[in-house]
């Protein structure tokens, strides 16, 4: 008798959905993963150019001395205003403008009587 010699099946194994879905779902992470860096990086080189936009706006002008003998004069007729304005009384005798427009209205409200 001859022995059968079995072949050793060879399985073929077939993706089943889900390992489909995730190679696919590897290979898309990857794709925003190198997408997002590249906007990050564009990101960065459009916020220095800004940056340095600004900077170049707001960059303080030299200024100009001015000579001393300016410099304390003024200096002199601030002090002097300061000086001015400490000595003037807290509380004026100036009327306000609520007690004028009351004074006004009760003159107006008074019977005007012509004697002839």
Not at 21 to 33: E, F, H, P, R, T
Not at 47 to 61: L, R
Not at 85 to 110: D, G, L
Request: proline share 3%; no cysteine; hydrophobic share 35%.
């Amino acid at each position: 008798m001859a022995i059968k010699k079995s072949a050793a099946k060879k399985s073929h194994h077939k993706k089943t959905f889900l390992e489909k879905v995730g190679n696919k779902a590897s290979n898309i992470k990857d794709d925003l993963i190198a997408g997002k860096d590249h906007l990050v990086e564009i990101a960065g080189e459009a916020f220095d150019s800004v940056k340095e936009g600004i900077q170049h706006i707001t960059k303080k002008k030299k200024t100009v001395k001015k000579s001393a003998k300016k410099t304390v004069a003024k200096k002199a007729k601030v002090a002097a205003k300061k000086v001015v304005k400490k000595a003037a009384p807290k509380k004026a005798a100036k009327p306000t403008a609520k007690k004028v427009a009351k004074r006004a209205v009760k003159e107006s409200a008074k019977p005007v009587s012509k004697k002839r």
